[in-house]
């Protein structure tokens, strides 16, 4: 079986300030991360994925994550918040054989004070 | 091009109508698959197509649910007899088929209360 924890149901931080939203999984077999970023009454946007390679990806609107095997961590960052990246963000996985479905997080909302 | 759309983008229906939801994905992708996302139970997969078979039907919740996929497009999603726990966001995604291609392009969803 597969599992997300996203342990914040929101975090808060101020604008131009660093943002880092937490997610660790369990899988059994190789990991495939992903983020993806939910607006309101819209469905989900991808962000960036970690499949194999470089432990930190760069994706989207200058989020990055930091792929980490041993603390079985995948933890989205930007270095500078913007009030626009106030959304709800799931983290997801799956395994790289075998089943295709993704296994998402509960979701953590982001706001972004001015 | 055009991404993954659903339709219709909301649905009100009675106690124990049936009902249909339409998925087009994105042209040439013959990886489809449906989502719910629930208040109570946060996202979780339902069926995963690739072309018109469906290997992997394993979260549909009960025999009520159901899907389809012809030529290889549009897919639609049918619950009979709904309930009111099927209110719901249900999303349609797509991606390429192939073993390498790992992203999945969600749609807008289409929100259904069962009244």
């Known amino acids: 079986a597969q599992s997300v924890a996203q342990p914040e149901d929101q975090v808060n931080v101020a604008e131009g300030n660093p943002l880092t939203v937490k997610c660790t999984y369990s899988v059994s077999g190789n990991p495939y991360l992903f983020w993806y970023v939910q607006y309101p009454n819209r469905g989900l946007q991808f962000l960036l994925k970690y499949i194999t390679g470089d432990n930190l990806v760069k994706g989207s609107y200058g989020f990055e994550a930091e792929f980490n095997k041993s603390q079985t961590s995948f933890h989205l960052k930007k270095p500078s918040a913007l009030v626009s990246d106030s959304a709800l963000y799931f983290c997801?996985?799956?395994?790289?054989?075998?089943?295709?479905?993704?296994?998402f997080g509960s979701g953590t909302r982001l706001q972004v004070q001015p | 091009g055009a991404g993954v759309s659903q339709s219709p983008s909301n649905k009100v229906t009675e106690k124990g109508k049936d009902v249909e939801l339409r998925c087009d994905p994105i042209?040439?992708?013959?990886?489809l698959y449906w989502y719910r996302q629930s208040l109570g139970q946060g996202l979780e997969f339902l069926i995963y197509f690739q072309g018109n078979s469906a290997p992997d039907k394993s979260g549909l919740p009960s025999d009520r649910f159901s899907a389809e996929r012809t030529g290889g497009s549009v897919s639609t999603l049918t619950i009979q007899r709904t309930q009111q726990e099927d209110s719901a966001v249900y999303l349609c995604?797509?991606?390429?088929?192939?073993?390498?291609?790992?992203?999945?392009?969600f749609g807008p969803g289409t929100r259904l209360t069962v009244l």
């Open positions: 995604a797509s991606s390429l088929g192939t073993e390498s291609a790992h992203t999945q392009y």
């Open positions: 997801a996985v799956r395994v790289d054989t075998g089943r295709r479905a993704l296994t």
């Open positions: 042209s040439g992708h013959t990886a």
